[in-house]
């Protein structure tokens, strides 16, 4: 089967050569696959490539630069669609690539947190960021930068199971009952490795509820709570992991905001909880569909043959001077108690972890 392939391709790039008929790909996808050099941005040298696979050099596809496009469209996709011959088309990017575009994270120091099915945690650097330790992704970006990015594997998994085990209630009555429980639940910690876990490297972890007390499992809104609160905690361990080689070239850059983006942003208590664990300011961005959002802008920067990175941070600030308090801020609170009682809560998180799991 291998001798018979002409050409590997990720989805988007496949979508592309429908498209377009050029067979393509750009860097923020391709340092996905092992086969990139994310410093120099080039495929790996041949000899490399083909002690790996013999005739792999040859199967990979050219790589564009960020602000080219691909080619125009197909005649017969024009005529299929209703459009018009020649329509550009831009080439896309890699999931988190592509949010960080949507919500203008194309300068240094500019943080996103993806609250979905995993929780991802990505910054644009000028630098590339290589990990020894590969508790940072060294991936690129849309605009010719670094996007080191961290993931968890559990995050919304965790607030789901809770939501369905309670499902006359709904996810807006959850979380207000989720509100009235104190910060760090009693001494409930919700483990949320129930897919196993890739930060850490536990890939046979399970879910655990540890420190359940009589009736705990009567009041859903603590349950709902601790899994708010170990889906942060494993954000937050993670990052810990990742700043430790700081200073050389492996540490996850530092950063004062955090946008949020993600089925989890539209909770305002998990925002609030993010904005308290990390110490950092919390801005839920107003648009749910980052990554589309990002697939458009590179799109128009490309029709106008723009710089991508220039042209997304001056039309996402010229959109935010008419769009005040679409977005929600979230600033940590001068709570002592609260700090004391998650600090405690997430050091249960990492030790129940470690004695469970490590």
């Not at 995993?118 to 644009?124: A, E, I, K, M, V």
């Not at 590339?128 to 670094?146: E, H, I, K, M, Q």
């Not at 405690?344 to 490590?358: E, V, Y």
Request: hydrophobic share 40%; glycine share 14%; aromatic share 8%.
């Amino acid at each position: 089967m291998y001798a018979k392939t002409e050409t590997f391709l990720l989805p988007k790039d496949y979508l592309n050569l429908y498209l377009t008929g050029r067979r393509c790909t750009e860097c923020s996808d391709a340092s996905g696959t092992g086969l990139l050099d994310v410093v120099a941005q080039q495929w790996l040298p041949r000899e490399q490539l083909e002690r790996f696979l013999p005739g792999l050099a040859a199967k990979l596809p050219e790589l564009v630069g960020p602000d080219e496009a691909v080619g125009c469209l197909r005649e017969e996709a024009a005529r299929e669609w209703g459009l018009e011959p020649g329509v550009l088309v831009a080439p896309g990017g890699g999931d988190n690539a592509m949010a960080a575009l949507g919500v203008g994270a194309v300068r240094e120091g500019d943080a996103v947190v993806s609250l979905g099915t995993s929780g991802t945690l990505f910054c644009f650097s000028g630098r590339p960021v290589l990990d020894p330790s590969g508790a940072v992704c060294a991936f690129c970006d849309c605009t010719g930068g670094w996007l080191p990015l961290m993931c968890t594997m559990n995050c919304t998994g965790a607030t789901e199971e809770v939501r369905r085990l309670f499902p006359e209630l709904g996810l807006e009555r959850l979380t207000s009952l989720a509100r009235e429980e104190e910060p760090g639940c009693c001494g409930v910690n919700f483990l949320p490795y129930l897919g196993g876990e890739r930060t850490p490297d536990w890939p046979h972890a399970s879910g655990a509820l540890v420190g359940l007390r009589p009736g705990s499992l009567q009041r859903p809104g603590l349950l709902f709570r601790a899994a708010l609160e170990g889906a942060t905690f494993s954000l937050k361990n993670a990052l810990a992991e990742g700043m430790k080689g700081r200073g050389g070239s492996g540490g996850f850059p530092a950063f004062s905001e955090l946008r949020v983006v993600g089925g989890g942003a539209q909770n305002a208590l998990w925002c609030e909880i993010l904005a308290q664990v990390l110490g950092v300011k919390v801005v839920a961005v107003y648009e749910p569909e980052a990554a589309a959002r990002g697939g458009a802008l590179q799109a128009m920067a490309v029709h106008l043959c723009a710089p991508v990175g220039e042209f997304v941070a001056e039309r996402l600030r010229q959109q935010a001077k008419g769009e005040q308090g679409v977005s929600r801020v979230f600033l940590p609170q001068d709570d002592t108690k609260a700090d004391e009682l998650y600090a405690q809560a997430f050091l249960r998180h990492q030790q129940l972890g470690k004695r469970l799991f490590a």
